[in-house]
């Protein structure tokens, strides 16, 4: 069965140093969405990617944060300057038909020292 | 102010019984409502969606009902195993201008199936 998947599971990095989350949603997926769960507390949305472009971003995502689809089957997601409080774990998800039906990846659990 | 609601007390139940589930919600309007389950340390799980004129839904072993009047969403699993014990996360969606949603996630209850 497809899956999306994500690399890497976990990345520690030091406070101020730019980190870049991995994903590779599934083949025939149109609809790419990152989000983010601190510890504890509740699934945030992030922002969604539709034919090459952001379709929403939430306040969450500021100018910190850039989305990217280098290619045909990757998704990234970059945070420059990390701060302690991006320490999360962050998910990617693709859809088909937008967010009726998302795939979510396993995560990537990101720890800013 | 916006608030999505879900019992953050463990719900601990006996096999084979049905475990119900609340969303509540108060000054949104969405579109529809999704259930999902989550599994320490993974990805949420779609299971069901329903929308905002549809009263009820079911999958399987999983009923959802949907009630805007109330801003309540229930969601039911019957004959219910230990393999379902797990987080369940419901998410509103929003429909924003542009004609996009947005999911937003409740913090989800944690459903214990006991043998």
């Known amino acids: 069965e497809p899956e999306v998947t994500q690399t890497p599971s976990h990345q520690v990095t030091q406070m101020g140093q730019e980190v870049i989350l991995r994903c590779v949603p599934i083949s025939n997926h149109l609809y790419f969405y990152w989000y983010r769960q601190i510890l504890g507390q509740k699934v945030e949305f992030l922002v969604s990617f539709y034919n090459n472009e952001i379709s929403e971003k939430s306040e969450i995502f500021d100018d910190q944060f850039s989305v990217e689809r280098p290619d045909g089957s990757n998704f990234t997601l970059k945070i420059r300057s990390t701060k302690l409080e991006d320490s999360a774990m962050y998910f990617c998800?693709?859809?088909?038909?937008?967010?009726?039906?998302?795939?979510f990846g396993p995560g990537t659990r990101l720890t800013v020292l | 102010s916006q608030k999505i609601e879900q019992n953050s007390e463990a719900l601990n139940i006996q096999e084979g019984k049905t475990a119900t589930l609340t969303c509540n919600y108060t000054?949104?309007?969405?579109?529809?409502l999704q259930w999902y389950r989550q599994d320490p340390g993974r990805g949420p799980v779609f299971l069901l969606l329903i929308r905002e004129n549809e009263k009820e839904k079911r999958k399987e072993r999983l009923k959802v009902t949907f009630d805007t009047t109330l801003k309540q969403s229930l969601f039911h699993i019957t004959a219910s195993q230990p393999a379902d014990s797990a987080t369940y996360l419901c998410a509103l969606v929003l429909t924003i201008s542009g004609g996009s949603y947005i999911p937003t996630f409740g913090r989800g209850t944690s459903l214990i199936v006991h043998p």
């Open positions: 998800a693709s859809s088909e038909y937008g967010v009726n039906e998302q795939f």
């Open positions: 000054n949104y309007s969405p579109a529809y």
